[in-house]
């Protein structure tokens, strides 16, 4: 099962890699969950609706990704995101590990992504991120838009509400 597991995760980022947010979202389970320093603690909806939503915003977007791994239940994975903030049109190269659970039948049923915050801001942001990001402040504003972004998008995408 972990070369099933492993080829789901190359799937998913080889179609984010594409901006395919469809086949992304087809190596989910029914009920999937997502969270990461920005969107923490997504449904399934919402975390569908997330790939949905920044695919179709992306700007000069690359991606790499590595050290696929997987076994029974679990995977992982490191992946390099580059592209220009929406925002502020800064450039931002971020570095991220994914951790992944499936379920029986190959889909991932929780995705976990981890990265730094602080040196995302730094990017995304400029000097407010560099004298700030690190801040409970700035960091709970930025949860707080990307959240505000992601609930007007499912208002405008009945097919997740």
Known sequence: MSSTH????????????????????????????????????????????????LCTRAKDFTLDFSEVKADGQTGSCHWEPKYLFSSTGRPVHNVIDAKFRFNEAGKIVDHQDTFNLYRWAKMALGPMGYLLGWTPMIQNRVRKTAMSNLQRFIQKHPEYQ
């Open 6 to 53: 492993t080829e789901t995760i190359t799937r998913f980022y080889e179609a984010f890699n594409k901006l395919d947010y469809a086949t992304m979202n087809d190596c989910y389970a029914e009920e999937v969950t997502f969270s990461d320093a920005v969107f923490k603690n997504l449904d399934s909806k919402q975390t569908r609706a997330m790939w949905h939503m």
